[in-house]
């Protein structure tokens, strides 16, 4: 836990964070609004104070309430790892930034990341589907992509709780979604 | 867990037949769409009209149509060579099933698999195939390229919807006598993916499976133990291949 | 039976969806009709006009050029990895490689599962070497859990997944020669990988798929069995390992096409988000057990090797040299073992608190990293599994135009893909 690099960043980047610094063990992560997702992973990249040049990884997550797009970044200058979350995206029309100016790598992670939850990166030359064939018409990792069996009352379900299947409670009966809480 | 069984679930979360949208989602820089459609269309061609190039030939991307560059297009447009039930017909059936009688003992002792392995499986079926485990005792070391020139086709790994086309039609490119073995819990059942949204639950859904070797994945002895078992079923009926059933073979009820 | 028949479940009854009996009837996406439609005609091109940029471009053919497919089943024992092909007589101008044909699902099936049956689901990922698909998932559970992992459990996962590493690597080996033609090598690593699984099977109980790692230690204790075994081993290990090595490096034809094949400089592998043995034949010295130091290798001494040229020669060579600093790490661990429990004590049923996670380490093949995130409930709300396989099939379009299409195995051989890490 890095707490010089928790100054550090709340300088640099302040009133492009939307929430707090968070650490946690080895972690630290920042939010920002989609929109600031070019300006600040430039910085991070190009300035020498921060110079995050690996690209760890890039992922889509659906909240429930909100998508967001999270990039764990990794630099020389602090043992802990960044990771930058893009919070705040639509559930129904979800855009974001590509970073594929900066790392080509990120462009399959993009188009993962769309075809597992049908968000939009902006300037990603090869937005297609990558996992599932070309004519699929759902984005299945979305929360309110059931799986056939939990949309099912299996009467194969067993009678100890382990065995039972793991209908999401509260969710297929009501219509409702798995959510997250917003700070988590 | 009583539970409503008529009830449509609510606007907006997409979950239910009152969602329906006319737009494909997967054409990006289009607005979102919700998560699961269900429409009562059949599933019609995706057209996007086509605004960035030109193409030299005219009737390219015109939507599955077959080329008009294949020797083999009336073939293929016939249907014909897709059945799985080509059979010698009339008296000359007698030619294959008489001499099967005898060819039979003579295929089972060379056996040659295709080099069919999707994902774990394929490594033990590998294993079992070099020094250690030695499957070329039995006669079936060559493992094919090609599947016009194999025998049995091994599907080790598991079967996703995308990868099933290919390989009904490897299965269908293969010439008769053939035999299929299912090795590894994913061929066998769907395995651990069996609630999966995009694997095939077992490949007895597909094709026809003469032998199942259970395991995850099951020990190269165990895939030679499924492969003596196919010789003993070869011997067993030869002169009779052409009665096997043909197509998936799950009874209804299963 | 008609496609909108929804099929039977296994206990001979329908799935009853309460989201009305027809929700998946007619499903254009539902798996279970899929199947029922017709197989239709292969071909290179897809049959719809290109959507994107990328694909438009490639798409397009200018005069001479032609593409080929090289299917989703191929003599190369990658697995199920089909790439388009964009031919200039014999040159490749371009390629497109098409992945999804193993893709099962596992991050929707994790979401959906125990703690602990997520950490069964990792083990299929990258198969040949699933002791470090276990051990991302592992750690970041342990990071949600706030649970320190006893030393003898970190050690024993560390001796056991070196020795997985050298197995992964002796496979490395034997399909790199396969690929360029040579069957001899593919048998001798199948030989070496078979003594070792042997012996990770009388430690872990399965010869593959070892379902080993345990939220909080491993499975259980080192046996007598397995100490005898890894004792033998370890005593022909060294010119086992020197024999296969001269089998290949010295072969005038092996070095020759492989000398100056597949070129990447660091610069590109650094943008292509590369890392593993790839990243690090280019010259970057990045190996994540030095760069982020995790579990018991900060006690060890071990060297990262690294080569400048970038090519398939250098990525072969230094995985050789990996294996030799695996026999390293495993012997001090062997001398270094701690006395203790092998798994933390923790209740059976495991609620961690909200919050992430990420944990990444040095896979053979790269950075493999797992992204979880707990919503408080006893299933994980997101598993997200970062793959190292993935994205070095990205840079196979930078490394092969100009090359004949013989070498596109060798090239793709030598970036040691899993597909079914690649496609989860």
Redesign the interface.
Known sequence: MDRSFKARLERRFGEQLTGPVRQRHDETEIRIGPGDVVPVITALHDEPEFAFEFLADLAGVDTGEVMQVVYHLWSPTTPDWLRVIADGL?????RVPSVTFMWKGAEWMEREA?DMF?I?FEGNRD???I??????????L?K??????DAA?SPGAGVRPMEQTHVPRDT??T???RRLSPGT | ?A????????DG?????SDATEV??????Q??????????EV?A??????T??R??DPM??E??Q??SITHLAEF?ASGLG?RDNARWSGPLEVIPTKADYVLDLIRMNSLWPL??????C???M??AA???NDMDRWGMFPFR?SPRQADVLIVA??L???????????W?QMPEPKWCVAMGDCTCSGG??K??????EGID??MPVDVYVPG??P?PEGLIFGMMKLQQLVKDRRGHWPERPIGPTVP??? | MTATTPR?D?T?RHH??????????????D?RV??DR??????P?P???????RE?EFY??RDGEMFLNM?????S?H??LRVVLKLDGEKVVDLDPVL???????E??CE?ADYHHSI??LD?LE??SSLFCEWPGVMAFEKLLDVEVPRRAEYIRVLSAELNRIASHS?FLGWMALDLGGLTP??WS??E??TIVEMLASLTGQ???FNYFRIGGVNGDLNHEFMSRLGDWMSRATEQVEAGNTLLNENEIFVRRMRGLGKIDSKAALRMTMSGPNLRATGVPFDMRRAHPYSAYPELDFDIPTRQEGDCLARYLLRMDEIKQSLRIIDQCLHQMPDGPVMAKLPRLLRPRPGRAYAGIEAPRGQYAVYAISDGTDQPFRMRIHDPSFLHLQSVGLMMPGHLVADTMAIMASLDPI??GVDK
């Open positions: 639509s559930r129904e029309d979800p769309y049908g939009t937005l297609r589907r996992y599932m064939p070309p004519d699929y018409q759902s984005f299945p979305r309110d992509f059931y799986l056939a069996d009352r297929v009966a219509g409702k979604v | 867990m539970v409503n069984e008529d009830r449509v679930s609510p979360l997409g979950a239910g037949p494909p989602s997967d054409v990006p820089a607005p979102g769409l919700p998560a699961t459609r269900s429409s009562d599933m061609p995706i057209v996007v009209p086509n960035l190039w193409s030299v390219a991307y939507g599955n077959p080329t293929e897709r080099l069919s392995g999707l994902a774990c394929a490594i033990e590998m294993s070099t020094s250690r390229a790994g598991t996703t919807t995308k990868m099933a086309g290919p390989l009904v039609r490897l269908e651990r993916y609630r999966s949204y995009s694997t095939v859904r597909v995850c994945p020990r209804a009820q299963v | 039977p296994i001979g009853t969806s309460s989201l009305g009996d027809d929700a998946f009837a007619g499903e254009p996406d798996p899929q199947l017709d197989v239709g005609v292969f071909e091109v049959p719809y006009p290109p959507r994107t940029e438009a397009t053919l299917g989703p089943q191929h003599p024992t697995g199920v999804g044909y193993l893709h099962r699902g596992v929707k099936l959906n069964a689901y299929p198969y040949v496979l593919i048998l199948f030989i990988r078979d010869r593959m798929l597909m079914g």
